[in-house]
């Protein structure tokens, strides 16, 4: 009886320990099945969209959209034809350039990738992508083993 009446005294006590536990285990296995990955991008884009000052008016975008296209052709675009594009931007003297596409194998046409090659040599204020990818599941930037990187081709990274 002695034992019995030491735990009433704590019955709270041990109440308020488990579900502690509970919670414990229940955030850890959260964490590690990215539960909460989906409230966290809702939460960011919500940010982003309250976030209501102007863009840099030094900025210029360029984007390739459907006027683009059917001025210039079907996606994608010769090399050569990025070339004249760059070419045109660095003539009007831009702190630097951003190029937001994938160049991670040689053309078809080694001609055309020679005059975007030059072009970046020329203007020298270019940044190119690379991509990180996973070689097996998702990615985990602390996992250098399972990342992937493709980078621009040989004849680009001199000059980027």
Not at 49 to 60: F, K, M
Not at 71 to 77: A, E, F, L
Request: net charge negative.
């Amino acid at each position: 009886m002695k034992s019995f009446s030491r735990l009433s005294k704590f019955p709270l006590k041990i109440d308020w320990l488990l579900i502690i536990v509970g919670l414990c285990i229940w955030t850890y296995f959260a964490q590690v099945l990215y539960v909460f990955d989906a409230f966290d991008r809702i939460a960011y884009d919500n940010a982003v969209r309250l976030n209501t000052q102007p863009a840099d008016e030094r900025i210029v975008v360029i984007k390739i959209d459907d006027h683009s296209l059917n001025q210039y052709g079907q996606w994608p675009w010769n090399r050569a034809q990025h070339a004249r594009l760059l070419n045109r931007i660095h003539h009007q003297q831009p702190a630097g350039i951003l190029m937001d596409i994938l160049f991670v194998e040689p053309s078809a046409d080694l001609d055309s990738d020679a005059a975007l090659s030059q072009s970046l040599r020329e203007a020298n204020n270019v940044v190119l992508p690379a991509l990180l990818t996973a070689k097996q599941g998702a990615l985990n930037l602390e996992d250098a083993q399972n990342i992937e990187i493709f980078e621009p081709i040989s004849i680009f990274q001199s000059f980027v």
